[in-house]
């Protein structure tokens, strides 16, 4: 089966560019979440969907920040203009609705802003 | 505020022997409680959990102890193998009742099996 996939796995981009990532979950999964890694701040949640429907968006570090779910097979985080602050591995996660709280990550995206 | 915290960034230990990972949290509504493993290049992979209402579970090699009047919990290997070595990350939940939400996460402790 396949797992949840992110695209690209690497990016390289210069600051103040716009950078699109993308997700496709699980097939079947009802939830999705956009997490980011870093060395300082570990595991941070910045968004999650139920049903395509954004359910918290507490953890978007700031307006340059935005994602998406258009349909229950693709989300997109958006950071435009990104900054070198922004440098991290963005993962993607899904999990099946009301199957308790296991999610499912993908490989991730991992983006350096120059 | 960190609230789920795992205070060693790093342990080694001698293959064969017992790994114990530690994470303490301070939300008293958190009620869920996983590990993850982590290797390089790849995203988390789920490896155990526990529900509040259990101290105990235990899975092949892998066991998770739950201690919620300490808000602490541990993840004891035995015996450790070399492909333990990796990332654990703990993650903790407060289930509002339907739907999964988003998991909190400590900052991972790095896992390295000596042979």
């Known amino acids: 089966d396949a797992g949840v996939i992110q695209s690209p796995r690497h990016e390289v981009t210069e600051m103040g560019q716009e950078v699109t990532l993308r997700c496709k979950p699980i097939s079947g999964h009802n939830s999705l979440f956009w997490y980011r890694q870093t060395m300082m701040r570990g595991l941070e949640l910045l968004i999650y969907?139920?049903?395509?429907?954004?359910?918290?968006d507490s953890g978007m570090p700031e307006d340059r920040f935005s994602a998406k779910m258009p349909n229950a097979s693709f989300s997109t985080l958006k950071i435009q203009p990104s900054e070198p602050r922004d440098s991290a591995v963005y993962f993607c996660?899904?999990?099946?609705?009301?199957?308790?709280?296991?999610?499912?990550f993908g490989e991730g995206s991992w983006l350096t802003v120059v | 505020d960190q609230q789920v915290k795992q205070n060693s960034p790093s342990l080694s230990v001698q293959e064969g022997r017992i790994s114990i990972l530690n994470c303490d949290y301070t939300?008293?509504?958190?009620?869920?409680f996983l590990w993850y493993k982590k290797y390089p290049a790849e995203g988390p992979t789920f490896l155990i959990s526990i529900s509040s209402i259990k101290d105990k579970n235990e899975d092949g090699r892998f066991t998770v102890f739950l201690n919620k009047s300490a808000k602490h919990l541990s993840l004891h290997i035995v015996p450790s193998q070399p492909g333990d070595s990796a990332v654990y990350f703990c993650?903790?939940?407060?289930?509002?009742?339907?739907?999964?939400?988003?998991?909190?996460f400590g900052k991972g402790t790095h896992l390295i099996i000596q042979p």
């Open positions: 969907f139920n049903n395509n429907v954004p359910i918290d």
């Open positions: 996660a899904s999990s099946p609705h009301r199957s308790g709280n296991t999610i499912y």
């Open positions: 993650a903790a939940s407060a289930n509002r009742g339907g739907g999964a939400d988003g998991l909190t």
């Open positions: 939300n008293s509504m958190f009620d869920y």
